[in-house]
């Protein structure tokens, strides 16, 4: 079955700098590519998604690039921010139905000031 | 705003014990799920329901039992708690097969002892 592989684990970095996270998937027929922030104490929520048409994306300070052939996702924040804080999980299926999503392990980011 | 509430919040139980964990939606939503956070594991989904009085096994179901009285509720049930069970439980929800979003709920901190 489909394996997510989510690194790096953990990432500091100052206000103002990118931020990288990358996912690394097994399936060809993977379809739909989303990632969701988890902030403390909180449940997770939908920062944005892609389907396999698309290679890039951007929204408010937020990349998603989709590399296909190396089967790869990755989550760029760009000039990061404090409230930026957060755990960032990727989550892949092959359709858009919840119950086939398959979770990345999370990558806890810290933002300084 | 969609609307996903979990109870309680935090619980801490004997092994062999009795668990059950709530959630309640108030989207309207056909689908919803329960998921198992586990550190360097990502969330695993544990059991799905897609319309009242049915649910589905997702990838993890052994040692969990799940009931969907209504479209509004959905429960988690450990009948005979073990060790290897404490973990942050979500729950979720989602409009449809279609949905590319879940919404989910704060999250329960299982403790077995």
């Known amino acids: 079955g489909e394996q997510v592989e989510q690194r790096p684990p953990h990432l500091s970095v100052r206000e103002g700098d990118s931020a990288i996270i990358i996912c690394t998937y097994t399936?060809?027929?993977?379809?739909?590519f989303s990632w969701y922030k988890q902030e403390a104490g909180a449940g997770l929520q939908l920062l944005m998604s892609?389907?396999?048409?698309?290679d890039r994306k951007e929204e408010q300070g937020l990349t998603v690039l989709l590399n296909k052939k190396d089967k790869r996702l990755s989550l760029n924040l760009t000039a990061a921010h404090p409230g930026d804080s957060a755990v960032y999980f990727c989550?892949?299926?092959?359709?858009?139905?919840?119950?086939?999503?398959?979770f990345g392990t999370g990558t806890t980011v810290s933002v300084s000031p | 705003e969609a609307a996903v509430t979990q109870s309680p919040r935090s619980k801490v139980a004997v092994t062999g014990g009795k668990v059950t964990l709530s959630c309640h939606q108030t989207?309207?939503?056909?689908?919803m799920y329960w998921y198992r956070q586990d550190t360097g594991h990502g969330l695993r989904l544990i059991h799905y329901?897609?319309?009242?009085?049915?649910?589905e096994k997702g990838d993890i179901p052994d040692g969990y039992k799940a009931s969907r009285p209504s479209q509004e509720n959905f429960s988690l049930i450990l009948e005979l708690a073990s060790l290897s069970q404490t973990a942050v439980y979500f729950c979720?929800?989602?409009?449809?097969?279609?949905?590319?979003?879940?919404?989910f709920g704060s999250g329960t901190r299982l403790t077995v002892l």
């Open positions: 979720a929800s989602s409009e449809g097969t279609s949905a590319e979003t879940l919404y």
């Open positions: 399936d060809s027929a993977t379809a739909y």
């Open positions: 892609v389907l396999s048409n698309v």
């Open positions: 989550a892949v299926s092959e359709d858009q139905g919840g119950r086939a999503l398959i």
């Open positions: 989207n309207n939503h056909d689908y």
């Open positions: 329901s897609y319309v009242a009085d049915s649910t």
